[in-house]
């Protein structure tokens, strides 16, 4: 069965600075991975996505992650946040083994704050 | 590209009381999730559906639960006789393909006095 941790569930950083927010999974099959981002009342919107093929993968808002296998972990970095990167922060895999209908299993969730 | 609406966005209501919230998906998205969100904590998978079939329901979904998604096209998500444990954002997702990723709509809150 696949499963995501998320370390750290509040990450503080001040404007300007790197964003590092850590990700790691558990999965029987392949991964599909998925980062999204959630402001205070609305839905998740899609950051980036990993379905096997490049290990470094680019997203909106000038976000990446890369995907290492060997640590079975998928961490979401910024060189440099910005005051609207403050949000909540969602880590995710695609259940595509055992019942094949693609569901997300997420993770706990991080709070990002930066500070001015 | 008009995205997943859902309809309403909020919903107050007083224990024991029916709801019902409805999801408008991507039109050509023929794979439709609706999931559970409490606060501090991620999406909880509630049902799937392909097309009109409904083809897994979690755990969670307990018999006061139903889901239809008639057509194949919006889908409606009731809860009867609603419990303070209810109390959560219903957020529905929408997609193409199974390795494509799911787009969301902004969720109905739901609140039991």
């Known amino acids: 069965a696949q499963s995501v941790t998320q370390l750290g569930s509040h990450v503080s950083v001040s404007e300007g600075a790197l964003v590092l927010l850590r990700c790691n999974y558990s999965?029987?099959?392949?991964?599909?991975l998925f980062w999204y981002v959630q402001y205070p009342n609305q839905g998740l919107q899609l950051l980036l996505k990993y379905t096997s093929a490049a290990t470094l993968v680019k997203g909106i808002n000038g976000f990446e992650a890369e995907f290492k296998k060997s640590e079975t972990s998928f961490h979401l970095t910024k060189p440099s946040a910005h005051m609207s990167d403050a949000a909540e922060y969602f880590c995710?895999?695609?259940?595509?083994?055992?019942?094949?209908?693609?569901?997300?299993?997420f993770g706990q969730g991080t709070t990002l704050q930066v500070k001015p | 590209d008009t995205g997943v609406s859902q309809d309403p966005r909020h919903k107050i209501t007083k224990r024991g009381q029916n709801v019902t919230f409805r999801c408008d998906p991507i039109?050509?998205?023929?794979?439709l999730y609706w999931y559970r969100q409490t606060l501090g904590q991620g999406p909880e998978f509630l049902t799937y559906?392909?097309?009109?079939?409904?083809?897994?329901k979690s755990r969670l979904l307990s018999d006061r639960f139903s889901a239809e998604r008639p057509k194949g096209s919006f889908s409606t998500l009731e809860i009867q006789r609603t419990e303070q444990g209810d109390s959560a954002m219903y957020l529905c997702?929408?997609?193409?393909?199974?390795?494509?990723?799911?787009?969301f709509g902004d969720g109905t809150r739901l609140s039991i006095l």
């Open positions: 559906f392909q097309n009109e079939a409904q083809l897994e």
């Open positions: 999965s029987s099959v392949p991964p599909y």
């Open positions: 995710a895999v695609s259940d595509h083994g055992s019942s094949n209908t693609g569901k997300l299993i």
């Open positions: 997702a929408s997609s193409l393909m199974i390795y494509q990723p799911q787009h």
């Open positions: 039109s050509e998205h023929n794979r």
